[in-house]
Protein backbone atom coordinates (compact mmCIF):
# COMPACT_ATOMS: atom_id res chain seq x y z
CA UNK A 1 0.00 0.00 0.00
CA UNK A 2 3.12 2.41 0.68
CA UNK A 3 4.44 1.86 -2.63
CA UNK A 4 1.02 2.63 -4.30
CA UNK A 5 0.63 5.82 -2.44
CA UNK A 6 4.21 6.84 -3.43
CA UNK A 7 3.62 6.32 -6.34
CA UNK A 8 0.76 8.33 -6.45
CA UNK A 9 1.89 11.25 -4.68
CA UNK A 10 5.35 11.42 -6.43
CA UNK A 11 3.18 11.90 -9.38
CA UNK A 12 1.76 14.30 -8.00
CA UNK A 13 5.13 16.71 -7.39
CA UNK A 14 6.08 16.13 -11.15
CA UNK A 15 2.74 17.13 -12.23
CA UNK A 16 2.86 20.10 -10.01
CA UNK A 17 6.51 20.53 -9.05
CA UNK A 18 5.84 24.02 -7.11
CA UNK A 19 3.12 22.77 -4.76
CA UNK A 20 4.05 22.46 -1.47
CA UNK A 21 0.99 20.33 0.56
CA UNK A 22 2.01 17.43 -2.29
CA UNK A 23 5.95 17.18 -1.23
CA UNK A 24 4.92 18.03 2.20
CA UNK A 25 2.61 14.45 1.89
CA UNK A 26 5.05 12.65 0.01
CA UNK A 27 7.64 13.63 2.64
CA UNK A 28 5.37 12.11 5.07
CA UNK A 29 4.85 9.10 2.89
CA UNK A 30 8.77 8.59 2.55
CA UNK A 31 9.18 8.68 6.43
CA UNK A 32 6.29 6.14 7.08
CA UNK A 33 7.90 3.58 4.14
CA UNK A 34 11.42 4.14 6.18
CA UNK A 35 13.52 6.84 3.63
CA UNK A 36 14.79 9.28 5.93
CA UNK A 37 16.60 11.34 3.70
CA UNK A 38 14.24 11.39 1.08
CA UNK A 39 11.55 12.17 3.31
CA UNK A 40 13.55 15.14 5.29
CA UNK A 41 14.51 16.89 1.71
CA UNK A 42 10.96 16.75 0.66
CA UNK A 43 9.63 18.10 4.30
CA UNK A 44 12.18 21.04 4.01
CA UNK A 45 11.14 21.32 0.70
CA UNK A 46 7.85 21.92 0.79
CA UNK A 47 8.77 24.36 4.04
CA UNK A 48 11.10 26.33 1.44
CA UNK A 49 8.75 26.20 -1.21
CA UNK A 50 5.63 28.26 0.99
CA UNK A 51 7.32 29.59 4.08
CA UNK A 52 5.25 30.78 6.77
CA UNK A 53 5.86 34.22 5.80
CA UNK A 54 4.07 33.56 2.29
CA UNK A 55 1.19 31.78 3.85
CA UNK A 56 -0.58 31.64 7.26
CA UNK A 57 -2.73 29.34 6.57
CA UNK A 58 -0.74 26.35 4.89
CA UNK A 59 2.89 27.31 6.19
CA UNK A 60 1.90 26.16 9.80
CA UNK A 61 0.79 22.97 8.17
CA UNK A 62 3.94 22.21 6.65
CA UNK A 63 5.60 23.24 9.80
CA UNK A 64 3.61 20.60 11.76
CA UNK A 65 4.28 18.38 8.87
CA UNK A 66 8.31 18.59 9.16
CA UNK A 67 7.74 17.99 12.47
CA UNK A 68 6.13 14.73 11.95
CA UNK A 69 8.62 13.71 9.42
CA UNK A 70 11.44 14.34 11.72
CA UNK A 71 9.45 12.26 14.25
CA UNK A 72 9.14 9.13 11.99
CA UNK A 73 12.90 9.44 11.04
CA UNK A 74 13.91 9.31 14.14
CA UNK A 75 15.08 12.78 14.26
CA UNK A 76 13.98 13.99 17.66
CA UNK A 77 15.51 16.88 18.72
CA UNK A 78 14.66 18.38 14.72
CA UNK A 79 10.65 17.46 15.81
CA UNK A 80 11.04 19.28 18.93
CA UNK A 81 12.07 22.08 17.28
CA UNK A 82 9.53 22.13 14.77
CA UNK A 83 7.10 21.50 17.26
CA UNK A 84 8.24 24.06 20.05
CA UNK A 85 7.79 26.15 16.70
CA UNK A 86 4.48 25.37 15.96
CA UNK A 87 3.17 25.66 19.47
CA UNK A 88 3.81 29.41 19.44
CA UNK A 89 2.48 30.43 16.09
CA UNK A 90 -1.67 31.14 15.08
CA UNK A 91 -2.74 28.04 13.37
CA UNK A 92 -0.02 25.92 14.40
CA UNK A 93 -0.15 22.47 16.71
CA UNK A 94 -3.19 22.16 19.21
CA UNK A 95 -3.22 20.69 22.96
CA UNK A 96 -5.95 17.96 21.51
CA UNK A 97 -3.33 16.67 18.51
CA UNK A 98 -0.56 16.66 20.64
CA UNK A 99 -2.45 14.48 23.34
CA UNK A 100 -4.83 12.30 21.38
CA UNK A 101 -3.14 12.51 17.45
CA UNK A 102 -0.89 8.54 17.58
CA UNK A 103 1.47 10.45 15.12
CA UNK A 104 3.52 12.20 18.39
CA UNK A 105 3.61 8.94 20.46
CA UNK A 106 7.54 8.17 19.01
CA UNK A 107 7.57 11.87 21.20
CA UNK A 108 5.22 11.36 24.17
CA UNK A 109 8.07 9.79 26.49
CA UNK A 110 10.62 12.84 25.94
CA UNK A 111 10.28 15.31 28.65
CA UNK A 112 10.58 18.24 26.17
CA UNK A 113 6.92 16.63 24.28
CA UNK A 114 5.20 17.07 27.50
CA UNK A 115 6.23 20.48 28.34
CA UNK A 116 5.64 21.60 24.75
CA UNK A 117 1.86 20.22 25.09
CA UNK A 118 1.46 21.52 28.51
CA UNK A 119 2.08 25.55 27.32
CA UNK A 120 -1.04 24.75 24.67
CA UNK A 121 -3.28 22.84 27.31
CA UNK A 122 -6.02 25.62 27.96
CA UNK A 123 -6.26 27.46 31.11
CA UNK A 124 -7.72 25.65 33.88
CA UNK A 125 -8.35 28.83 36.51
CA UNK A 126 -11.70 29.39 34.66
CA UNK A 127 -14.01 27.09 34.55
CA UNK A 128 -16.17 25.85 32.48
CA UNK A 129 -19.21 28.01 33.59
CA UNK A 130 -17.39 31.09 33.63
CA UNK A 131 -16.32 30.56 30.02
CA UNK A 132 -19.92 29.81 28.65
CA UNK A 133 -21.39 32.82 30.34
CA UNK A 134 -18.50 35.10 28.75
CA UNK A 135 -19.19 33.76 25.25
CA UNK A 136 -22.96 34.04 25.85
CA UNK A 137 -22.33 37.58 26.73
CA UNK A 138 -23.00 40.37 23.82
Known amino acids: MGDCALAIAEKFVHDQPDYAP ?3 LLGQIDAAVG ?3 EAIRE ?3 ACELLPLAKDAT ?3 TLITNLAIIYAWTGEKDLAL ?3 AFS ?3 PAGVTYGGLKL ?3 WHVLRSDPRFEKIVASLAPNSSE ?3 DMAISAAKP
Do not use: V
Request: proline share 8%.
Open 35 to 37: RKE
Open 101 to 103: DPE
Open 58 to 60: TGP
Open 127 to 129: SNT
Open 81 to 83: EQL
Open 22 to 24: TWS
Open 43 to 45: GRH
Open 87 to 89: AQI
